[in-house]
């Protein structure tokens, strides 16, 4: 029973206006009792007499006798109504009543389409915030027994052999499994998983569920539903809906809610495969293009060194490799470059250069002749790109370290000696890939115990900073910071390099940046077994 303010209607109504009225009519005295009532409220009240007291409906009962009447509602039988009071001579009140169940069920059905609503509303909410599949199924199955049902399962697809279950049953619980079963010891769920149609639950026989299906302590199922969760051009599993056996069996309308849930549901499962799919394959992408970790080759030091652009990103266009020396050569070929651009579209291209150098390592004795066949490489693919880079062949003579530096359109190499003295390779040449014809001038250099020869892109004296935010790092100041290296193994050379740039640039936005040192070890260099881990040294 509700009531709503309502002023009451005074007037000297007479028995007649009741009797002519075209709606129940109770005319109620102070005490309570009936005073008068017309035919239709005697056919709709048979218990109302008069001169006695009302006693059905019990809310039009408890009001009849009061001094200030409001008007009220309530049921009376099967059938809703509205009562309206109007203050008679006497302290009498007569009572309009005034059908309003065809109101009362558009009312109820409004606010159960509002609940609907706001349950999809609130699904969409929780399943769009993650975009991993384990958690999207637990999601489904916690709202899908929150809402729809006494617990729920959700079942995605698999090719292998297993099922994947997430559930939540009775108790709120979530649990993860997967069941050695067949879809078809379900009716109706081999359909779902491949995005069939559902089959209306009253055509399934809850005995037929199978033992895997019911949580554990749920007792015995009255009704059981399979909905399928389509996903993106495939089914991205199905939903299972279970109900006790003393809670109704779905109706039609709480079957096209769970079809609506279960569009949502899937829609969000399969944008999670999708990403752990893309996911997986850009790791593995990213695995190859990633600058590899440097290491002690054949007894010389060499270590890297490389910063994207972006912190979101982890690849770019500057790049180093270190490749061993093999049977075709004795030396060891290190390389540092430099693509124009940034991002994966940047990344991908030096994922290329670098290929094609390794193919080119047989003629890595002549720097001028692989660098000439890159440059005809990169003219002939359909990239507008070009690259700088640096080839540093490198060779073990005793105590010291021999190198050949040949640079194409890249930064000089620096040699830092370990008194301090910082000098500049005498190399230059042309870009790789605008013109078809390159030129290159290949310098020989000699490092001592303690020296090191330091290949950067132009990430690092192009760093924008320092206290206005805006000056160059510069190569002035790249050189004062090499010279404070000497004699530094060359794991620490890079990390100093790696830190005055990154404290110059204070967080500001920067070009990638990759540096590599390739330091001659100081004293005697005692080999591993292996040929090629860091081995002993003595003074």
Avoid at 45 to 55: E, I, T
Avoid at 300 to 308: E, I, K, L, Q, T
Avoid at 469 to 491: I, K, N, S, Y
């Amino acid at each position: 029973m509700t009531s709503s303010p309502a002023r009451p209607r005074t007037g000297a109504a007479s028995t007649a206006s009741a009797a002519t009225a075209p709606c129940p009519v109770v005319v109620i005295g102070v005490e309570g009792h009936v005073v008068e009532l017309n035919a239709a409220a005697s056919g709709l009240l048979p218990a109302a007499r008069s001169g006695r007291r009302l006693r059905s409906p019990s809310w039009l009962a408890a009001a009849g006798g009061t001094t200030h009447p409001v008007s009220l509602e309530g049921a009376v039988g099967d059938r809703f109504f509205s009562a309206h009071p109007s203050v008679l001579e006497g302290g009498r009140t007569a009572w309009l009543l005034v059908d309003e169940t065809e109101r009362q069920s558009l009312l109820e059905e409004l606010e159960v389409e509002r609940g609907r609503t706001r349950f999809l509303n609130e699904a969409s909410t929780a399943l769009s915030a993650s975009l991993n599949l384990d958690r999207c199924m637990e999601v489904t199955a916690r709202l899908a027994t929150v809402h729809l049902a006494d617990a729920a399962l959700v079942i995605a697809p698999t090719a292998r052999g297993k099922l994947p279950v997430a559930g939540c049953d009775h108790r709120g619980e979530i649990s993860r499994s997967a069941v050695a079963e067949s879809p078809e010891s379900m009716p109706g769920l081999s359909e779902a998983l491949r995005g069939f149609p559902p089959v209306p639950s009253k055509w399934i026989d809850p005995a037929a569920a199978p033992r895997w299906l019911v949580p554990e302590g749920f007792g015995e199922v009255g009704s059981l539903a399979v909905t399928p969760l389509p996903g993106h051009g495939v089914s991205a599993g199905a939903l299972i809906l279970l109900r006790r056996v003393q809670k109704a069996a779905f109706t039609d309308g709480e079957e096209v809610l769970a079809g609506l849930f279960a569009a949502r549901a899937g829609a969000a499962m399969s944008a999670a495969r999708l990403y752990a799919e893309q996911n997986t394959i850009s790791d593995t992408l990213m695995r190859e293009l990633l600058p590899p970790t440097l290491r002690h080759v054949g007894g010389v030091d060499f270590a890297g060194g490389y910063r994207p652009s972006q912190d979101s990103e982890r690849v770019g266009g500057d790049f180093y490799d270190v490749h061993p020396p093999g049977e075709d050569s004795p030396e060891t070929l290190a390389v540092l470059g430099d693509v124009a651009g940034k991002g994966l579209e940047a990344a991908v291209l030096t994922g290329k250069i670098r290929n094609t150098l390794h193919a080119l390592l047989p003629m890595a004795d002549d720097h001028g002749r692989m660098l000439r066949l890159l440059n005809n490489a990169m003219r002939t693919s359909h990239h507008t790109r070009f690259a700088t880079l640096v080839l540093a062949s490198v060779r073990r003579e005793e105590r010291h370290v021999a190198l050949r530096l040949t640079s194409a359109g890249h930064p000089t190499p620096l040699i830092v000696r370990r008194d301090g003295t910082v000098e500049e390779a005498d190399t230059n040449g042309t870009l790789i890939g605008v013109l078809p014809a390159i030129t290159t001038r290949t310098a020989h250099v000699r490092l001592a115990p303690g020296d090191t020869c330091l290949l950067f892109t132009d990430g690092v004296t192009e760093a924008r900073g320092g206290p206005m935010g805006d000056a160059l790092f510069g190569e002035e100041r790249l050189h004062r910071a090499v010279a404070e290296c000497a004699g530094m193994p060359a794991q620490a050379v890079v990390e100093r390099i790696q830190m005055v740039t990154s404290q110059w640039l204070g967080g500001r936005r920067h070009d990638d940046i990759a540096v590599m040192a390739i330091t001659a070890p100081r004293g005697s260099h005692l080999s591993a077994v292996d040929g090629t881990t860091r081995g002993r040294y003595t003074a």
